[in-house]
C-alpha cells in the first residue's frame, strides 16, 4: 500500500532562519508526483511546491525549496529566511502517475514561526 | 473565477438527522473529491469522481453518499448523522489527463454533530 508519513507533529523556527519538514513515503511506483501544501489557520488548503519524480533537479519556489531523494523515498521541505505568514500546517502528498486518481497525504506538521 | 466553493461553511446537527454538502468548481475540472480532516489524521479520502455521473468509494465512505450529476459540482450526503463525523470536510478538484496536476481545494465544511 502506498503511505505518505510525516514524523514531526510539530516544529518551531525562528523568524528569519531556515527549517527543513520531512516527508517519506512508500510506494512501488516509478513515476509519480509529489505535493506540499500549506494550510494556514484560515483552513484554506495552498499549493506550495510540487516535485515530477522523474526529474532529478529539486523544485524551488522563491523562499520554498525541495530537497527529493527518490532511492531513499524522501521528499523534504525547507523554508529560508522563515516569516510570521508561514507558520501553518503542512502536509506532503503523494499520487501515481497511472493506476489511481487519489491522492495520499501525509498527517501534517504544524509548523510555529517565533518572533 | 471563484476556483473552488463550498456550501455550506459551517453546520450543527442532531444525532440521526440528515444533510448535503454541496461542492462546485467553475474550472471546468473533471476530477472532484471528498475529504475529511480530523486532528493528527491529516485528509482522508471519502469518495471522489472521475467524470460526470461516475463515483467512486475512498479511504472512509461508511455513512455517506455522493452524487455528480453535473460536472461543476460534487454533494457529499449524509443520511443519519453520527458524532463520528465531526470533522471539517474539504472539496477539492483538480484537472485530467496523465499528468497528476495539483488539487485546488475549497475552504471548508465544519460540521459539528451532536
Known amino acids: 500500500a502506498q503511505t505518505v508519513t510525516q514524523s514531526q507533529p510539530e516544529m518551531s523556527v525562528q523568524e528569519a532562519e531556515t527549517v527543513t519538514l520531512s516527508c517519506t513515503y512508500d510506494t512501488s511506483e516509478s513515476d509519480y508526483y509529489l505535493f506540499w501544501y500549506k494550510q494556514p489557520p484560515s483552513r484554506q488548503m495552498i499549493l506550495v511546491i510540487r516535485?515530477?519524480?522523474?526529474?532529478?533537479q529539486n523544485a524551488t519556489e522563491n523562499r520554498f525549496s525541495v530537497n527529493f531523494q527518490k532511492a531513499a523515498k524522501s521528499f523534504s521541505l525547507k523554508i529560508s529566511d522563515s516569516q510570521l505568514g508561514d507558520a501553518a500546517m503542512y502536509f506532503c502528498a503523494y499520487r501515481p502517475v497511472s493506476g489511481t486518481y487519489k491522492y495520499i497525504f501525509g498527517t501534517g506538521t504544524r509548523l510555529k514561526v517565533l518572533a | 473565477n471563484a476556483g473552488v466553493t463550498q456550501t455550506p461553511k459551517f453546520r450543527v446537527l442532531k444525532t440521526g438527522q440528515s444533510m448535503t454538502l454541496l461542492c462546485a468548481q467553475d474550472?471546468?475540472?473533471?476530477?472532484m473529491y471528498w475529504y475529511r480532516q480530523d486532528p493528527g489524521m491529516g485528509l482522508r479520502l471519502i469518495h471522489y469522481s472521475v467524470g460526470e455521473g461516475t463515483t467512486a468509494k475512498g479511504e472512509v465512505p461508511d455513512g455517506y453518499n455522493v452524487s455528480r450529476l453535473k460536472k461543476q459540482n460534487f454533494l457529499l450526503g449524509l443520511e443519519s448523522a453520527a458524532p463520528s463525523q465531526t470533522s471539517v470536510y474539504f472539496c477539492?478538484?483538480?484537472?485530467?489527463?496523465?499528468?497528476?496536476?495539483?488539487?485546488?481545494f475549497g475552504p471548508g465544511t465544519r460540521l459539528t454533530v451532536t
Open positions: 477539492a478538484s483538480s484537472y485530467s489527463g496523465q499528468v497528476p496536476y495539483e488539487q485546488y
Open positions: 474550472m471546468n475540472h473533471e476530477y
Open positions: 516535485q515530477e519524480a522523474y526529474k532529478q
